[in-house]
């Protein structure tokens, strides 16, 4: 049973860097974004019609904000990710 771990990562810790200004602004205005789109849709949970594709319900608002959010943010990401592949080509 001993062996199942490597000898030299035994009672060590792993140390990590500090993290640099930049990324201490970015995880601020993250948790800030998020911590406003939260509120955001909590303060609207009213029903509402929406023309969804395929239909019309009445569906609580805060369902269309979140899903509008996730769209979003993927979007986003698929975006920002197909425009880093194009500059390291």
Request: proline content about 3%.
């Amino acid at each position: 049973m001993s062996d199942d771990f490597p000898s030299s990562s035994r009672g060590r810790r792993e140390v990590r860097k500090p993290r640099s200004r930049k990324e201490n602004v970015r995880l601020v205005a993250v948790a800030a974004a998020s911590a406003l789109a939260a509120l955001f849709a909590v303060l609207n949970l009213e029903e509402v019609e929406v023309n969804w594709i395929v239909g019309t319900w009445d569906t609580p608002l805060i369902v269309v904000v979140a899903l509008s959010m996730v769209l979003g943010a993927a979007l986003g990401y698929l975006a920002a990710r197909r425009r880093s592949s194009a500059k390291s080509k």
